[in-house]
Structures are given as C-alpha cells and as structure tokens.
C-alpha cells in the first residue's frame, strides 16, 4: 500500500516515558537521524534528577523534545507537534504542553485501572473526551514488541525493554526517515549481547513496518534538510564541544590540559569525556571534594599545564577561595560551571543562569575573573577555547558558564578545521628579568614574579624546573614586582587596581559586537547572555514576522563587557534583557552604564519559549512606539 | 623521590636559603626544622629549581618563603590538593608540603587522608605544636581534653586525633614521628622521608613558646631517654603483653597501628621513628603511566580526527 506524504518545514516531537524506558536513548538516536539527514535541529532533554523514581508516577516521567526543521532553527520548540507517550504518567505530565491538534502516539499496554489511579486518571483518557482535541493514535506497543521479538527467547520483562525502539521505528516511518544508522548503532553498543542486538533490531525494523503496512496512520510526512553552509557537520552537545575546546586549548597552547574535578550533575559528562583523550596529554583527576579538585588544577597550573575544573553553581561555592588564590597567583585556570537551577541543591537536572553574579563576585575581596558564555551547544567549543586563550595570555582564573540546556542539548555543528585555530601562546619565563646590585655592590639578574607585560598587564609565568627563576608565591598580598609579601597599604591599594586592570584589558583584545537589525529601524534592543541566545533570536524573528522591527545583542564576554557595549545599548530606546534569573545581567547592565535596561525573567527550570517571549518583546515594542508616538 | 640530573656544582644549606627575613618567633621549634631542611637538602642530590615547596595556612606554613626553591603558600588546609597537582603534572619534581596540626588535621583532614590513601609522591611535614598559634591561642585538634585555650575557657571537651594512627588508618605509606629539638633525629626521619616514593607523612613535634609553650618538655633533655621509644627496624616492641620485632616494611599496618597507639598509655614511652615505609604504586606514576600508555597503544591524539568522530555530514556547496 503507499500512503499519501505531506511535507513539512518544521516538527517539534516528545518522547516521554518512565525513566527506565529509554526514551534519552530513543530522542538521541532520532536526532543523530535527522542531523544526518541534513535537518537543522535543537533538542532539549528534561529529566528527573532521581535516577529510577517509582515506577509510572509523574516525577517519574523521562522526556526528550526535538525541533527538527527545512530551515535554520534557534530553539527545541515550545509545544510539541508529535508526542509519544509511553505509559499514562508520560501522557498526563505532557498534555498540558500540547497546541491543538497536535499528534499523540500512546502504548496502551500500561493503561490499567491501577496505573491510572497512580496518575490521578479518574477514568482511561483514551475512553473519554480528555485528548478530543488531538489526533491519538492508541497502540499497545509494548505487547506487538514482545510479539516481535519472540524467536530470540527472552524473558516477557527484557523482551518488553526493547519498546523504546519500536516506538523509534514508527515515529522514524512517520518522517520517512532511515534506521540504518541506528541499526550499526545498536550492533556496536550491544557487540557483546548478540541477543538483546538483534531483539533491538527487530523492535526497531517492527515499529517501520507497523507504520508502512497498518491504516493506522492515513499519512507519513517529509521535512526537507535545511539549507547549510559548505562544510563538514555533526550533532554536538554543549558538554562534548565544551571537553573536545579543552583539548583543542591544550594542543593549540602546547600545554597539558589537567583536569580536576568532583562529580556533580550536569557536569560530569565533561569530566567523563576528557578522561578518554589521554592520547592528547590530557590527565583527569576525580578529586575527594570540588576544593581539591581545583586546589589540583592551581598546582597543576603552577607546574607549567593548564589547570581546568569543572561543576556546577554548588562547586563553585565551595571553590571561591581557590579561585581567589588563583587570582592573587595569577596563574591561568579555566573553571567551568555548568548551571543548574539554585540555591542550594536545587534542581539538578534543569538549567538556569543564576549563578552570573556568583561567578562574577562571588569570592573574598576584590577578586576580578573574567567572565565567558557560550551562546548554543556547538558554541561550547569555541567558548572553552576562548577561556584557555584568556587564562593563559593574561594569567587568570576565567569563568566559563555553560548549563543545563547547553550541556545536555544539541545542535547540528560546523567542524572547525583544527588548522585554521589560532595558536595559544604560554610564553613562559626563561631569564631573569630584573637586574640590581647585591650588598657587595656587584650586579646581580633576579627574576622578579611580578613584573608585568605593559600591553596585558600579564605576570611571567615561570614553572618549577627552570633554574635560576626559583620564586615563591601565594595568597598574600604580593609587593608590586618582586612579589614577596607586602603589607604596605598603598602596594595594596595599587595591586588591588592593578588585578582589576589586567582583566578590563582583556576587553581591547575582543572583536566588536555584531547587532543584528535587519531593518536597521529597531528602537527596541534585546540583549542577553548565554543559552538564551536560541530562545531571544527565535523570538525576535517571530517580532520581526509580525512587521516590528527589534535588534538584538548577545554577550559572549560578561566581564569585561565589550567596549562598544555602552554606545549600542546607548543608541536605542529602550533596552530589554531577557535572563533565567531575577535580573542579575540587567543589574550589572544598569550599574555599569546607567541604562534603564528592562529585565524579563523566568526560573522554572526551561529555557524561555520563543512564543511566549516573543509576546513580552513585543509588548515593549508596543509601548516603545506609543511612547515615542 | 624522583630520579634527576645531579646538578653541575655541588650546593650548601645557604643556596637553599631565600632572601626573606624568618618571622618566627623567638624560641619556635620551627627555626630547628627550617635549618635541619636546608642541612640536608644538598645532600638529596636534587636541582634547587626541580624542588617546590607547598604550604596552607599557619606559623608553619610560611616555611615556603625561607627556601630558594619554588614555593606556593596556598590556602587553608588545600596544600595537599594543590601538590597533588604538581606532582601529578611533573615527574620531575620533588615535592614537599609543609603543615600544621590546625590545617592538616582540621581545615585540610579531608584532603591530609586522601593524599595519603592515593599515595602520590609528596613528603608531608606535619608540624604539630598542639595549639593555633597564628589565630593566638585556640585549642587544636591535637590538643588534650581538658586543654584550657582563649576558645575553651573550662577546658576543651574534643577528643585529639593521633597523627600516626590516622596516618596508619589511611593506609599511608610512610608514617614517621620526631621532635624538633633533637636535631640528628629529626634530620635522619625527613631525609628517609624525603628518599621514599609515594606519600610520606612524618609528624613533627614542635614547641610553641608562646601559646603552648612545653608541650613537649617531657620528651626533652638527658632525663627524657626513658620517656622516647626509638623505633628501628628489628627493635623489640611490647604492646598489651605481646611482644614482637618492629617491622616497618610489613604490608600488614596492624601491629604499626598497635606501636602508635602507646602514646594513649601514661605508663608508656612515646613512640618516635618510622613506623611503617612500604613500597606501594604512586597515584601520580600510575596517572603518567595511563597516559604513556595511551600514547603508546595509539600514537598522540590527531584533533581533527577527534572533532570529525561519531556521525558526521558533508554540504558540498551552499544548500538552499
């Protein structure tokens, strides 16, 4: 039979199910289709922090969204167009997100009175009016997957595992897309397991063909690649393009990378990452605590590698005095925090970007860092390069602030060729650099800690192993150039200037900031920092559609703000800064340059909705235009 | 301690010394440790500028900035964290980590018994005077119950840790003990320390005259023979009734752990030696050598290879 085929320019797909149901593994494995296809795409995986809640309950619910498009594509969607549904729990933690008409694919194999109870379906939602307003497909999906799988002998429990897979096998017929991929895929992760392969196998092959060859589904559709620019793609999430920067940082420098860090969600995947690129002198070290894994990274520094940690908003509290030591030694270090819903423990699995005035005061004294934020999940990559450049030129701690969204999220990404990076240059100190005359009266080469480069403002960074510069430094306040401890208040007064210098010089070494103003008749500026870049140009678009004009800025530097920042927020007339937080960029905004800068804010764990922020920018276009009227 | 070129001219304790004022004050025990370290220095055959020195906070703690080596005065209690970085960052680096009994075993116990667990190549000088002496004065963890200090004016109601014993419990693999005013001993425990590969933790007592001044007068002077028991290997050791001859190379801590657990006896000399000194892979060895290995199975990384891995597309020309 052949069905009719409908095309498409956009799908927002969600897969939900319980946490043990595989559906990370399915929304990941559909997005590698799709990227390989030549789709643009977001993703945004939402997780329970707890690794197996009870079973079937709604904080038990596992979900992973998909945006797949024909064009270029900022966000993971607002609202599903298409979810699958994999136990009652799923269906009712995600109705609520479902525009009109949306499709729902349901497995009503766990649709009992018990698990329905467990939910608070007073009656089964696939028996009355509850999802009239969606095109449902009711499928026991789980009971034609064992049925499928039944040659290879498992037990009804392992042979009903395989479900996730031919669920992707019917959502992959439903967008015409290939399982070939995923079927080398599942050879290569269960080499071992020959069995629970080839019952993988046959799940996946059962779900296309349950699509192909049932009435079930009147049309199939198509979403044709996006248009790209030349070059050589892959799917990246903001984790892995954050690790591979780190590696590319230490053999861009020359420098070993070493790496200390304490598990903790959401960052732990870059710890896991680098440990597998010993091949590229990059050691990992999984530390007792978050203080003695940076406390590692500071000596490794001082030796001569490149010191990295890496945790997220509660590490960062625990490390504050070392980066504080790391300030006061100036010695490169990059401290990657990745996000995640605060105070306290929080939310673990989710994002936020409320940790920036951490980052950026968060430390005893005047103690400066720069500040760095990569802006999508490819985007990891050349941030975290960027933060090695910073702390091995200026001789830094920086800050490095991905989260949640960037780090579990993914995005088709541009490979760079490694040939075309520019070098990092350590430049370490291998003279004496001040001459002077010992009591004898006889001229005598010293090697001073800290005199400075005049441009940078950079100390020399001389590694134990080269004779002669033996010195000592530390966490007291240091006299200006020969860096032995002074307690003489105008050294301190003039070091502390110095420090803060040196970091608002980084500022001269950064490009001009792009606005993007299609029209160039924007009155109204968007600016923002971080992941909220997708969300903020997505809604712009939609501002723009609607036949407003808008601008937009996004800041990759925090600290130091760009030099041209001040003119440009200057220029417009009203200035509104989208943030997951209560406003803490805006605060720094209006301190800084004395611009009413407008913050709007969320905190629920997600990043912004491009419909419903487009609605707030254009909420201040409106009145911007009123006022100017 | 890491094998390295032996350097050209021989050196003296006074190219070991920096040019920094010593700020201690009068009559502190740490003036003998300083000057027993830079004694025996030249002799460890070791580059000045292969050799650094990492301290936390505390009187002991400035040690750094007295020697003409490469030095860190870090944080409170993180020495440990940050040479383990060192040392596991550079092979040929010799490194040492001067502390207290505040920063050590308090501030910095954490990162003390997880350095000594790993086993990565660091000789540790715990200087333990019983007392905080740059805060002025408060009860340490080592202090006695009962102690009366500026914090505890009825008398401290914390039960002191034994250095040794928790040394011993971590697994460590040189533990030692000495005391500051007996110069020859203190000189032969640190450069057995310093010789050993791995974690060596060796506990030094040290008087502070001004806060907590004779803490350890008992074990000083002609009369104090009976009050030390000098542990070598082969000595005839009593314990609870059973007798045995003191091994420190014995992989078993059990009867190390039993010999310092004397210090708890009134009736019982204080023990002082090397406890235990037994050869145990290094953390930051085994860390090089997972790295080496890797190189050596695969050749060094090819990044571009790296950054093109896992599913991956090509655009010939502008797609639209």
Request: hydrophobic residues 40%; glycine residues 10%.
């Amino acid at each position: 039979m052949s069905h009719p085929v409908t095309e498409l320019d956009r799908v927002v797909i969600r897969f939900a199910g319980d946490s043990g149901d595989g559906m990370q593994l399915t929304g990941d494995r559909f997005t590698q289709e799709a990227a390989v296809f030549g789709n643009d795409l977001s993703t945004l995986p939402n997780f329970p922090a707890e690794i197996r809640a009870p079973q079937g309950t709604i904080p038990g619910v596992s979900s992973f969204q998909l945006h797949f498009a024909s064009y270029d594509i900022l966000t993971p969607g607002d609202r599903p167009d298409v979810l699958v549904a994999m136990n009652p729990a799923a269906l009712k933690a995600n109705t609520g997100d479902l525009p009109k008409g949306a499709t729902v694919i349901v497995d009503t194999h766990d649709f009992t009175a018990r698990n329905l109870t467990k939910v608070g379906y007073a009656a089964n939602p696939l028996e009355d009016e509850t999802l009239a307003d969606f095109a449902v497909h009711a499928v026991d999906l789980t009971g034609m997957t064992v049925e499928a799988v039944k040659e290879f002998g498992l037990s009804r429990k392992d042979a009903a595992r395989s479900k996730n897979m031919f669920a992707l096998g019917l959502v992959s017929w439903l967008y015409g897309r290939d399982v070939a991929g995923t079927e080398t895929y599942l050879a290569h992760k269960f080499a071992t397991k020959p069995t629970i392969r080839d019952a993988n196998v046959a799940a996946l092959r059962a779900g296309w063909n349950f699509g192909e060859t049932t009435e079930t589904f009147a049309v199939s559709y198509v979403v044709k690649p996006a248009p790209a620019a030349p070059g050589r793609y892959r799917n990246i999430t903001g984790n892995t393009a954050l690790s591979y920067g780190l590696v590319a940082a230490g053999r861009l420098s020359g420098l070993p990378v070493l790496m200390g860090a304490y598990p903790i969600t959401p960052a732990s995947d870059i710890l896991h990452e680098l440990s597998k690129h010993k091949r590229f002198g990059v050691t990992t070290f999984q530390a007792e605590d978050e203080i003695a894994a940076i406390g590692a990274a500071v000596g490794a520094s001082f030796a001569g590698t490149l010191g990295v940690t890496a945790t997220s908003g509660p590490g960062v509290a625990l490390k504050s005095e070392a980066m504080g030591l790391a300030v006061m030694t100036e010695l490169p270090l990059v401290v990657v925090d990745v996000q995640r819903g605060g105070p306290s423990t929080g939310l673990p699995t989710k994002t936020e970007q409320s940790d920036l005035l951490q980052a950026m005061y968060g430390r005893n004294g005047e103690a400066p860092m720069p500040v760095i934020a990569p802006q999508s999940p490819g985007d990891c990559f050349a941030a975290a390069v960027e933060a090695a450049r910073i702390a091995i030129t200026y001789r830094t701690p920086v800050m490095l602030l991905s989260d949640g969204y960037l780090a579990n999220g993914s995005e088709p990404w541009a490979i760079p060729s490694v040939a075309d990076l520019p070098a990092i240059e350590p430049g370490f100190a291998t003279a004496p650099n001040h001459s002077t005359t010992n009591a004898k009266g006889e001229p005598v080469e010293e090697f001073w800690p800290y005199l400075r480069d005049e441009e940078t403002l950079a100390r020399p960074w001389a590694i134990p192993g080269t004779a002669g510069l033996e010195h000592r430094i530390g966490g007291l306040e240091k006299g200006e150039g020969h860096g032995n401890i002074s307690y003489d208040p105008a050294n301190h007064d003039r070091m502390v200037r110095i420090r803060a210098e040196k970091v608002q010089r980084i500022a001269d070494s950064l490009p001009p900031l792009e606005v993007d103003d299609p029209s160039g008749q924007a009155d109204v500026l968007v600016i923002g920092w971080g992941s909220t870049y997708g969300p903020i140009g997505a809604a712009c678009r939609r501002v723009r559609a609607a036949g407003h004009p808008i601008a937009q800025v996004h800041l990759r530097h925090v600290n130091p703000l760009p030099n041209d920042l001040g003119a440009i927020l200057r220029r417009y007339d009203r200035v509104v800064c989208p943030e997951m937080n209560l406003g803490q960029l805006s605060r720094l905004l209006r301190a800084e340059y004395l611009v009413d800068v407008r913050p709007i804010t969320t905190v629920r764990g997600l990043p912004f909705g491009a419909e419903a922020l487009a609605h707030d920018l254009l909420t201040h276009v409106t009145r911007t235009a009123e006022a100017l009227a | 301690m890491t094998t390295v070129d032996l350097p050209a001219p021989a050196l003296t304790a006074k190219d070991f010394s920096s040019d920094q004022e010593v700020r201690w004050c009068p009559g502190c025990g740490d003036y003998a440790v300083l000057k027993a370290v830079q004694s025996f220095l030249p002799d460890l055959g070791l580059r000045r500028e292969n050799i650094v020195f990492v301290s936390g906070i505390g009187c002991s703690s400035r040690f750094p900035y007295y020697l003409d080596t490469y030095g860190m005065h870090s944080i409170h209690g993180r020495a440990p964290s940050i040479a383990t970085g060192i040392a596991t960052a550079r092979e040929d680096l010799n490194v040492w980590v001067v502390t207290g009994d505040g920063d050590a075993l308090s501030i910095g116990g954490n990162h003390l018994i997880h350095a000594l667990r790993r086993n990565v190549n660091m000789t540790i000088l715990l200087f333990n005077n019983r007392i905080y002496g740059l805060t002025k004065g408060q009860y340490s963890p080592t202090s006695e119950t009962g102690k009366v200090t500026k914090s505890t004016p009825v008398g401290s109601i914390d039960h002191p840790f034994n250095p040794v014993s928790l040394a011993l419990g971590a697994e460590a693999s040189f533990v030692a003990r000495t005391i500051d005013c007996d110069r020859k001993h203190l000189t032969a425990v640190l450069a057995a320390a310093a010789a050993h590969r791995g974690t060596s933790l060796v506990e030094i007592y040290q008087n502070c005259p001004i806060f907590n001044d004779g803490a350890f007068e008992g074990l000083k002077g002609p009369d104090a023979a009976d009050q030390l028991l000098r542990l070598e290997p082969g000595l005839e050791v009593t314990v609870d009734g059973q007798t045995w001859t003191h091994d420190p190379t014995e992989a078993n801590p059990t009867r190390q752990f039993a010999i310092s657990r004397l210090d708890g006896d009134p009736d019982s000399p204080v023990p002082v030696g090397i406890f235990r000194q037994v050869d145990r892979p290094t953390y930051d060895d085994q860390a090089r050598a997972q790295v080496a290995d890797a190189l050596a199975a695969a050749g060094p990384g090819d990044l571009q290879a790296l950054l093109d891995s896992g599913d991956t597309w090509s655009v010939a020309e502008e797609r639209a």
